[in-house]
């Protein structure tokens, strides 16, 4: 993804410039007007659908995208975001608790958008289908991290809001770190397979090769347990105790769906204990790995959360 300022000059504006040089010699650009000048100039920036033009730098922008909005707090760029879903928010981002409530990661409130006249609204695929209806507001940016590629659409993506706001070097440091973390989990040799497990309403879904954390096998490097299933279902494929203990994983990485949107179900710790999971190599030798959900289901991506990942990742395997 790139970004590219175009500067649009008419011949209007280039006679009254010479005008101006002619009658004042220190009208010549300077450091401040051309600063000015930036801030004023279209910018253009890729998302999902391609390319939207943007009036300038945006200073009021509603997200319902949690990586963009951990991507701007990372960056110190917090102050510019005015609206988000604020009721499910994680405690890395509680410092936006504040903003005014604009709906939920999967319902907008239009009024309440409109509302706060923003410049720009960030969504991911959550909200794809609202995307027409956001766009009457404001130029709207669907920039969803394609979790197939999900290393290199999440820096990607990163780089992408950083540069909108003249922020790449301070971004190019945090993902260098973040690749740094991500070599280190290839280089590392895990005994016997993973396999990556979420629980919701009492039922166990996995995802191997190609899904939705397919970036673990695909990318990364890990031993799928299980391949083929259902790689396109954002809950993954449904399994059976039985199953589990059928391909006794090595290791297991545990999302708690419930816990992480706040509804109530058997925890996942709870669930996963029986004689069944209880036989597999991954629980007889303490590699079960509860992951931060927040991190892995709702954010999933960002400067900051994308570290952290990586980082619980890097922790569990070793």
């Known amino acids: 993804m790139r970004l590219r300022r175009i500067l649009a000059a008419t011949a209007v504006a280039a006679t009254a410039l010479a005008l101006t040089a002619c009658s004042n010699d220190a009208a010549i650009d300077t450091p401040a007007t051309g600063a000015a000048d930036a801030a004023k100039a279209d ?19 509603v997200t319902f995208d949690y990586a963009s909005l951990d991507t701007l707090n990372t960056l110190g760029l917090g102050d510019v975001v005015v609206g988000a879903p604020t009721a499910m928010l994680p405690e890395s981002l509680q410092s936006f608790a504040e903003v005014t409530a604009v709906g939920t990661l999967t319902e907008p409130d239009f009024e309440a958008v409109a509302a706060l006249d923003p410049d720009l609204i960030l969504i991911s695929n959550r909200l794809a289908e609202q995307l027409p209806q956001l766009t009457e507001i404001a130029p709207t940016a669907n920039v969803a991290i394609d979790t197939k590629q999900w290393l290199t659409s999440s820096t990607e993506r990163a780089t992408d809001l950083a540069a909108l706001f003249g922020k790449q070097d301070a971004a190019t440091e945090f993902i260098d770190k973040i690749n740094a973390t991500a070599d280190e989990i290839r280089s590392l040799e895990v005994d016997g397979s993973t396999m990556f497990v979420m ?24 031993t799928p347990t299980v391949t083929g299933g259902d790689t396109s279902s954002r809950h993954g494929q449904e399994v059976s105790f039985e199953f589990i203990a059928e391909n006794n994983p090595g290791h297991m990485l545990v999302i708690d769906r419930d816990a992480t949107i706040g509804e109530s179900g058997q925890a996942a710790a709870a669930l996963l204990d029986n004689a069944l999971v209880g036989s597999t190599d991954a629980w007889k030798n303490d590699k079960v790995a509860y992951l931060n959900g927040a991190n892995w289901y709702l954010v999933g991506g960002g400067l900051t959360t994308s570290q952290s990942m990586l980082t619980e990742l890097l922790d569990s395997l070793k």
């Open 199 to 222: 629980t919701s309403g009492g039922k166990v879904s996995t995802y191997g090769p190609g899904s939705r954390y397919g970036f673990l096998y695909d990318d990364l490097g890990l």
């Open 43 to 61: 910018l253009t920036l890729t998302t999902v659908d391609g390319e939207i033009t943007l009036d300038g730098v945006p200073q009021r922008v």
